[in-house]
Structure formats: C-alpha cells, structure tokens
C-alpha cells in the first residue's frame, strides 16, 4: 500500500481530486476522482466517484460509489449502493445495501445482507447472504456457502410488491452449502441442504444430501 505517503485528502460539498497515492481520503458530501486511487483509507458520506482503478487498504462507504475500474481492497465496508465496472478482489467485503459488479468478486470472506449483481464468478471461503433483495451472480464458489432469506424480506416482498428476494445463479459449488429461496441450474458440493423456496435443476453431493419439503430439486446424483 501507500508507505511513506503523507497526502491525505479531504473533500467537504462539492470537491473533486486528481488520481494518485494518498494516506487517507476523506469524503463528506460529493466526491471525484480523476483518476486512479491507492489509499490506506477511503471513508466515503454521501456521493464519489472514481474514474480509474481503486487500491485501499480500509474501504468504509455511506451512500453511493461508482468506481470505473478493478477494486482491489483489505477490508471493505459498503453500506449503500457500490457500481464496480470491473472486479472486486479483497479479503473481507461487508455488504449493507447493494452492489452491481461488472467482472468478478473474489474474497476470504463475504458478508451481504442486501441485493447484487456479480456479472461474472462469486468466490470465497466462506459466503453469507442475507438477501433483502433480488441476488444474482453467473457462479458461486466457496468453501461454506450460507444462502438464507432475511426475516423482514419476506414482509418487505409482500407489502411492496418489490421482486423476489431469491438468489439466481447457475452454479453454486462448494464443501458445506445451505441454501434458501435459490434458484441454479448446478449445485455441487460435499455436504448440502436445499432449504426452503429453491429451485434446483441438478444436486451433485459427495457426503450428505438434505432437501426441504417446500423445495424442488429436478435431479439427484451423489458423487
């Protein structure tokens, strides 16, 4: 990360920057960057946008983001919407709120109670979705994969008439995989429970395989 560099940033209202290495970035309002950016520290209240890349090590984000390129982070902490052109890597990205990411995410760890969009593949070693609204990634890949509706989602869907807050993907594969309100062509892991409101084309299991009564499952085969 940025050693040494002592710039730090600071845009109160209206402000905009250009791209570079900073110590810290400091937003309190509306926010630009013309440019790439390589910070220790982004904290973001209300509005920025990043016209290139972002490298940081602690990401923390109130309102919206829009970040033209690749994000590359240690801890990232979204609450709000995230609009990422390219892809995300990390090691832990908390999500409160909603994400719309071009390319891939891959991570140690993600945590989302929310909505998504991943374009491409969802990795990481361990997933945790509370879907508050409607999920979607081409692929999720990890090592223990928790898929669950949150409680209040269901009474949100019902009252406001929004989309179904399901996760949609077409493959989710990993070693311990429980699933809730999922719909995949593919779920291929070690150990799975196919809970409640899925709808699963083919199930691939190699130890132990659970499928709820109010859950569809078109084809079981274990490995």
């Not at 594969?173 to 809970?195: C, K, P, Q």
Request: glycine share 14%; with cysteine.
């Amino acid at each position: 990360m940025a050693t040494g560099v002592s710039r730090k940033v600071k845009i109160t209202g209206s402000g905009s920057t250009s791209g570079g290495t900073f110590e810290s970035v400091h937003v309190i309002g509306e926010g630009q960057v013309l440019g790439s950016l390589e910070s220790e520290s982004v904290k973001s209240m209300g509005t920025i946008n990043v016209s290139g890349s972002v490298k940081v090590g602690q990401y923390r984000q109130i309102g919206e983001a829009t970040i033209r390129g690749d994000m590359q982070g240690i801890h990232l902490n979204v609450m709000g919407q995230l609009d990422i052109k390219g892809s995300i890597r990390c090691r832990t990205m908390k999500l409160r709120g909603q994400i719309d990411v071009h390319g891939e995410c891959e991570a140690d760890e993600f945590d989302a109670r929310g909505g998504f969009h991943i374009h491409g593949l969802l990795s990481a070693n361990e997933v945790e979705v509370r879907t508050w609204g409607p999920c979607r990634a081409k692929e999720i890949g990890g090592g223990r994969i928790n898929v669950r509706q949150s409680k209040w989602g269901g009474l949100k869907q019902w009252f406001s008439g929004t989309p179904p807050m399901e996760l949609t993907c077409e493959l989710v594969e990993g070693d311990n995989i429980y699933l809730e309100h999922t719909i995949a062509d593919v779920v291929r892991g070690t150990s799975v429970t196919i809970g409640p409101g899925c709808r699963i084309g083919l199930v691939e299991y190699r130890k132990t395989l659970k499928v709820s009564k109010d859950a569809k499952v078109t084809q079981q085969v274990k490995l």
